[in-house]
Structure formats: C-alpha cells, structure tokens
C-alpha cells in the first residue's frame, strides 16, 4: 500500500469558483418542518468515506506514511537548557521510530492486560495529560492493536475522572506525573477497574541516576520509591513510560489492525452543563473526517509542518495531527507553557495553523503592539503599510501586496515563525473580522473559519479561501450531508427569508453512532432519518454555505415574558467588537433586562479607553496593557462600563437587536473565565452554569444598581 496513488497529496481538490455553489440541494429531499438536505457541490451525488479504496482506517494511514516516510522527521520535542534558561531547537524522531515505538508500546500494554487475564481487543486504555507525545504515541499505538483511546481532560478535576474511569472500565491509564495525585487520592475503591498506571515522564532523574549508579532500583532512588509506594498502597501497579515499552521490546506482539466499523475512541464532550458524554467514534468516523478536510488543505508538495498545542484530548486537535501525519508531516509538540506558544512557532515554523479565536486575538494584540501601535517613525510607516493594504484587500479582496509585503508582512511572518504557513484554520468559536482581516493583511496568509463538534470528528464544514467575511462556514464536508429543522419555539423555519433558518441536522460517515451507555441520551440526539441534532441554529444562504446564528436550548424568559438567545448575543458582539474577550450574559425571569460579565482585550481596550480618558483630562497618559492591576482598577469606574455599554448598544442596534436583547448593565474585567476557575472547558466554550454561579454576587449587585445606560446621567 505505499504505491504512489495511496499518497493523500494526490486527493487535493481545487477550490470552487467564487460566486458558484458550494451546498447543493439534493432532488425530491425537502420534508415538512425541514429545508432539503445539503451535500457538498463536489460531490453532489454520494458522500466521501476515504480517497483511497485500500486506505479504510487511521492505522492504513499511519501504515502508508510510514512507508513512504520512513526516515523523515515524525515527532519533535524541544529540551530545556537550565544553563541558558532556554529551550532548544526541535529534534526529531523518524517514521520509521515511530513504528518501532507504536509495537512496543502495545506490546507493552497487552502483556500487562494479560497478566490481569484481561481481554485486548477493544480494551479501553485512558490518557490523562497535557499535549504531547507520549499522548498521540499512545493513540497511534492503540488503533494498531484494536484498543479505545478513552480521553479525560488534562484541566478537568477528579470527579470528572472517577466518572471517565468508572464508566469505561478502563484497565489502564496514561497519565503526566501531576494529574497522578488526584487519581491516586481517589483510590481502588472509587475506581475498582482501574489496574495499572504508567507514568509519561521518565521518574528517574539524573541525579538519581548518579546516584545509584544508572541502575533503576526503587530501593535506592528516593523519588521512585516514595511514587511506587503510593501507587501501590492505593492498589495499583506503576510502569513508567519507558518500562511498559520495555517490556514490549523483550516479546513483540503482532499489531492487530482495527476493521472499519470498531469503536477508537471515546471522546468525552467538554460539555458545558452536566457530566461528559462519551461520543463513540470509529475508525470509519474518523477516516472520514481527514478524508472530508482536504478542502481545507492548502498543500504544496513542499513538507508538512504542523505544531501540536491544543489539547489532544479534543478531537479538533487529533484530526489535525493524523492529518499531518497522512501528508508525511512532522509534528512538533509545544513545550507545555500555552504563554510562551510564541517561542515554539518560531521554532517550528508550521506549515499549517489550526486555532481558536481566543489565541488569535492574542497574536493580533502582540502584532498591533509591536508594529502598527508602536510609537515613532517605526510605527507611523507600518501603519501606512496596514492602510495600504486594507484599502486594496476592500477593493478586489487581495491579501498581499507588492510593495508593502517586503517591507513590513514579510518580516512581521519572519519574526512570528509564521514565514512558510499557508493556512490558519479558525474553530470552536465566532471570531472578530477585525481580527480576521488584522491577521490576514498583517501575516499575508489566508485565514479560514470551520465548524465541527466532537460528535461529527470535528469536520463539518468550511470557508472557501475567497469568503472573507465572518460567520460564513462554506458548505458541508463531503463526508457528510446536513438540513435545518424548524425550532417554532424560538421562530426559526425553513420558510424563512430571505434564507432558510433552524436547527442544524448532520448526518454521515463521520458523524458518531451515538453516546457511550447513554442510549437515551443517543436517542435524543438523532430524529427518525438517523440525522444528528447539533443544538445550534443555522441558516443556509442561496450558495448553500453555512452560517451558525444562535443555540436552541440557552435562553431565558425575561419578567415581561420575552425569550432572549444569549449566545446568539454573545457571538454577535463578539465577532463586532474588538473591545472584548469574553463575555457571558445573565437574564432571570423575574428582572426585565440584561446584565453582563465582560472579558475585555486588554490592547485594544486599553488604547480605546485611553483616548477617551486623556481627552477628558482623567488621567494623563496612556494605559499600560500589561499592566493588569491597572486595567481592573480602570474597568470599575463607572464612566469606563458605561462608555463601554454604549459601544456595543450602538453595534446592537447594527446588528437589529430589540431593546429588550441588549446589555444594560455589566462588570469589566480581564480573563474572568478560565480553565482554573471551572468556568471555561478544555475547548474554550463557556460553562454558563458555573459562570453564574462564579459571579452570582456581582450579578445580583448589578440588578441592584439598575440599568445603567438608561438610568445614568454623567457623561463621560
């Protein structure tokens, strides 16, 4: 299978026409409450499982990069010189490491599953850590033995675990040196199943080593010891990382190659209310989902670079990786600090960029800070180069420029590491167009919106290169179909105009059978064809491209009976104003209007607010974006929320919002959800439950103060 024609280089599509379209409806489709079900436009007449008869699952793809790769980089880590304080250049492992690697690890864990008389086949085996190696190691290892890769999330607590762990049965778990606390204090009798645990990091350090003469002897190394006694008090055995391939080494098991139709993995949505569902996501599901990605690929026959750093027990994450992998890429993993992602680009210098809006915004903010709202002559020019090129990207939607692009985007890019990126992919939230266009014009690079849940792999639809403005998705994936079902509760139909509007409905090789040992939880979440409910709202234009517009299920019922959408609001405002971050809005039923906690970005406000403040002589200079101390104090006073306020009343009424949808009064703040604070979960979608609950005494404080705008009189 390493014949040239297996190579997925051979699979890429040119982009559709701009002004053609890119949804097709299928004939005869359309049933009453629903719009006609929407193909792709390239493959209107069947949906697409694979490129490549031979290649049927991501084992066959791993097998035929490995065959055409074998010494080509694979894996790249950076080490930390304590010397220099700094980390190194990347070095990698090849494919043909790689291979070696995957058959000792799951020769590894199918010796230790024999030893507890265990079954292999389709044994669940959990990974608990940050993104790394080990981490896709351990997921490569366990398709080529027919094992499910059960992800629990790195930033989630040790409730949430005991639930993963207990549901899934899960015999072993990889885990990083510190989640091994939280699964130890819980003890073999809250997760009774659970057998061995293996250790990524290597836990003998060199001191150590030294010590007892390079001999691994828990006896005489004191850390070792003090873990393995743990461990097994707590009633589990401990293998390191390197001790379970080692045992693999000594008898090699053959790999067992998946069929098609075999569970992978259970992947637990980052819910944003109760407890995870697993979704149950096979081989076919996931093939698939790369197979319906190459319309997004921008691919050269030059090499494939891709940086790994969001979190890999988030699928969006593992297709990029596999992705890579099916182009003979080189993965490099960030050196685990997200504050300093900045330096690994720059080392890595990806080829490809998969993100989210939030780390996006944060590039355009240290590019505006460092060019275009720099002080002096420096500034001054790169702000001409900005104008320049903004004016021609209004006028024919071009991103380059001849002039200004060697003298301001080229070394902006150089200095970035984002010199060779061809694509930055833009998911899991609504992003700013001025963010979006910022970094288009500023990088020189075509920056593309997608959509996708767990539930579908991750891929469900994208941006055409051309379509620049924001909220535009592209049409469905070829390896999927979609329609829109009525939601008369919130006046969404398909007979809506000019385009049709409701729930969007997914159905395809992709999209998951159903939720693990939940099956009323399956049933809900598929109607009587078999098409999966996303939760969200959608409309579908006359080019059949999506636009993701409101969530069916959070909304309140305001005292004077309005129902109000709030996430509608917040991706709204969002995508309109660059003064914000994050934001989550509160209504109640027994208050009549809304209140708001605001995230603001800390640039951008603090130049906007700046100018407003010096003009009337409320301080003197302008505002230190880091500094955060300073900006909280700022964002108390009164005058600077109801200055704030006003700005996005006035893109509410842009956006024809009713007076009762709009923010009346809110607390400013910088990055008030986070992973820490349970607010946030590991994809960056706002828990609302905790968020109200987090800042349930500000909010109620908020109603006691009133309405601000309409009740106010100062002006700032």
């Not at 991501?58 to 930390?80: E, M, Q, T, Y």
């Not at 990524?200 to 390079?214: N, P, Q």
């Not at 075509?446 to 996708?452: A, L, M, N, S, Y």
């Not at 809304?594 to 951008?604: R, S």
Request: net charge neutral; aromatic share 8%.
């Amino acid at each position: 299978m390493s014949s040239p024609d297996v190579n997925p280089l051979h699979r890429v599509i040119n982009p559709i026409p701009k002004g053609s379209p890119q949804g097709v409806a299928v004939p005869q489709s359309q049933k009453p409450g629903y719009t006609p079900i929407y193909r792709s436009a390239r493959f209107p007449d069947r949906l697409l499982k694979t490129w490549h008869p031979e290649v049927t699952t991501p084992h066959d793809v791993v097998n035929n990069a490995i065959n055409l790769n074998r010494h080509k980089p694979c894996f790249g880590r950076r080490s930390f010189d304590a010397k220099s304080g700094k980390w190194g250049p990347y070095v990698y492992e090849s494919y043909d490491d790689l291979d070696v690697q995957r058959q000792q690890l799951g020769s590894g864990f199918t010796h230790i599953l024999n030893s507890h008389g265990l079954p292999t086949m389709q044994a669940n085996i959990g990974v608990f850590a940050e993104t790394r190696a080990e981490w896709l190691l351990t997921d490569i290892t366990c398709w080529a033995y027919s094992m499910v890769l059960v992800s629990l999330y790195d930033a989630l607590g040790a409730d949430t675990s005991e639930y993963i762990l207990n549901l899934t049965e899960s015999p072993i778990l990889v885990a990083s040196m510190h989640n091994i606390p939280s699964i130890l204090r819980l003890g073999k009798s809250k997760i009774p199943h659970l057998k061995a645990i293996v250790v990524m990091e290597d836990i003998y350090s060199e001191d150590d080593l030294v010590k007892s003469k390079g001999v691994y002897d828990p006896k005489t190394l004191s850390k070792p010891a003090l873990l393995k006694d743990w461990v097994n008090s707590s009633g589990f055995e401990l293998y390191t990382f390197k001790q379970v391939m080692d045992l693999g080494a000594k008898k090699l098991v053959p790999m067992v190659p998946p069929k098609p139709e075999q569970l992978m993995t259970i992947n637990f949505t980052s819910g944003t209310t109760g407890v995870p569902k697993g979704a149950m996501l096979t081989h076919e599901n996931i093939l698939a989902a790369v197979a319906g990605t190459f319309i997004m690929d921008n691919v050269s026959n030059e090499p494939i670079y891709h940086l790994s750093y969001l979190p890999l027990a988030h699928i969006y994450e593992r297709l990029s990786s596999l992705n890579a992998l099916s182009y003979g890429g080189a993965i490099g993993f960030f050196h685990g600090n997200i504050a300093e992602l900045l330096d690994d680009i720059v080392a890595l210098r990806p080829t490809t960029f998969p993100s989210v809006p939030r780390l996006l915004r944060r590039f355009e903010a240290a590019v505006r800070a460092s060019t275009t709202d720099s002080p002096g002559f420096a500034g001054k020019v790169t702000r001409k180069a900005y104008e320049a090129k903004l004016a021609r990207y209004r006028e024919d939607g071009s991103i380059t420029h001849p002039f200004w692009d060697r003298l301001w985007t080229n070394k902006v890019k150089a200095k970035l590491g984002f010199d060779r990126c061809k694509v930055i992919i833009s998911g899991s939230a609504p992003i700013s167009p001025d963010t979006l266009d910022y970094l288009r014009l500023a990088l020189g690079i075509t920056v593309r919106e997608g959509f996708g849940m767990t539930e579908t792999a991750a891929v469900a639809c994208v941006a055409e290169p051309y379509d620049r403005d924001p909220g535009i998705l592209g049409g469905p994936c070829p390896n999927l179909e979609v329609r829109l079902r009525d939601v008369p509760e919130l006046n969404y139909y398909s007979s809506d105009k000019p385009f049709a509007r409701g729930e969007l409905m997914m159905r395809g090789y992709n999209v998951i059978s159903g939720y693990y040992k939940e099956p009323k939880k399956t049933a809900e979440a598929f109607d009587e064809d078999g098409f999966f409910a996303s939760g969200d709202i959608a409309s579908i234009d006359n080019l059949g491209r999506i636009h993701i517009i409101d969530r069916v299920k959070n909304f309140y019922k305001l005292a004077q009976g309005e129902y109000v959408a709030p996430e509608f609001i917040e991706s709204s405002l969002l995508s309109k104003c660059p003064l914000l971050q994050q934001i989550y809005i509160h209504g109640d039923s027994d208050k009549h209007f809304l209140v708001a906690v605001i995230g603001i970005e800390p640039v951008a406000f603090s130049r906007h607010i700046s100018d407003i403040l010096i003009k009337k002589n409320k301080i003197s200079s302008p505002i230190d974006p880091n500094d955060l101390n300073k900006l909280k104090e700022i964002c108390k006073i009164r005058d600077v929320r109801i200055s704030l306020l006003r700005t996005l009343d006035s893109i509410s009424t842009q956006l024809k919002l009713q007076p009762y949808e709009r923010i009346r009064n809110a607390i400013l703040t910088v990055d008030p959800f986070n992973a820490e604070n349970d607010t946030l979960t590991p994809s960056l979608k706002l828990k609302r439950r905790e968020a109200a609950n987090l800042f349930k005494p500000e909010i109620d404080q908020l109603y006691v103060e009133g309405p601000l705008l309409s009740a106010e009189k100062a002006k700032i």
